[in-house]
Nanobody, 120 residues
Framework: QVQLVESGGGLVQAGGSLRLSCAASGSIASINAMGWYRQAPGKQRELVAT???????TYADSVKGRFTISRDTANNTVYLQMNSLKPEDTAVYYC??????????????WGQGTQVTVSS
């Protein structure tokens, strides 16, 4: 299995920036994708950005042009650079990974979450 530990959350004013980090450990070789989700109070968890081992990325429309996901394979760490933050970005951000040990076997793992609060 894979363990994920997030860091980098905090309080920032609108227009500011934060960089989230997620360190993965365990069955690193089985990871085929990593990413970030977020959940605001009273709302469902939503995808923010994903990164595959092949290098492709996806972003939610609400964060395109403002957030950038990247990965440091040497340190088994994925990052989320968040710029031009808005109050609407306030949420608990969760690191996510998908593992594949068989062609038909996919498993999801989640970090504990890190709070991001953007003040107006």
């Amino acid at each position: 299995q894979v363990q994920l530990v997030e860091s980098g959350g905090g309080l920032v004013q609108a227009g500011g920036s934060l960089r989230l980090s997620c360190a993965a450990s365990g069955s690193i070789a089985s990871i085929n994708a990593m990413g970030w989700y977020r959940q605001a109070p009273g709302k469902q968890r939503e995808l923010v950005a994903t990164f595959t081992t092949s290098g492709s990325t996806t972003y939610a429309d609400s964060v395109k042009g403002r957030f950038t996901i990247s990965r440091d394979t040497a340190n088994n760490t994925v990052y989320l650079q968040m710029n031009s933050l808005k109050p609407e970005d306030t949420a608990v951000y969760y690191c996510w990974t998908e593992t594949q040990r068989r062609s038909w076997a996919y498993y999801d793992y989640w970090g504990q979450g890190t709070q991001v609060t953007v003040s107006s």
